[in-house]
């Protein structure tokens, strides 16, 4: 997982999700504020986050990730984290 994302239309990293795991089965990724509000949630294969939340950009921080996953070579995958949105 990166450790940064700008979100600001520039066809550059203006995404934050999981990428390169091989064959997705099953997932759940989530994104959560500094008080541990969930902003972000998908169970599609593919889906990113991209800096919003109820439609307002939200502000340059530090966010945490977590990823429960299903993958072909591994039944059971999990993963957390923290990274910087940077405007």
């Keep these: 997982m990166p450790t940064?994302?700008?979100?600001?239309?520039?066809?550059l990293n203006d995404c934050f999700g999981p990428k390169y795991w091989g064959t997705i089965q099953e997932i759940e990724f989530s994104v959560y504020n500094r008080w541990g509000g969930r902003i972000f949630y998908s169970k599609k294969v593919g889906d990113c986050w991209n800096g919003m939340y109820k439609g307002v950009q939200q502000n340059p921080d530090v966010y945490v990730f977590?990823?429960?996953?299903?993958?072909?070579?591994?039944?059971?995958?999990?993963?957390?984290?923290?990274?910087?949105l940077i405007r």
């Design 66 to 84: 977590m990823i429960k996953a299903k993958t072909t070579c591994n039944p059971s995958v999990f993963r957390k984290g923290t990274f910087v």
């Design 4 to 11: 940064g994302f700008t979100p600001n239309n520039d066809g």
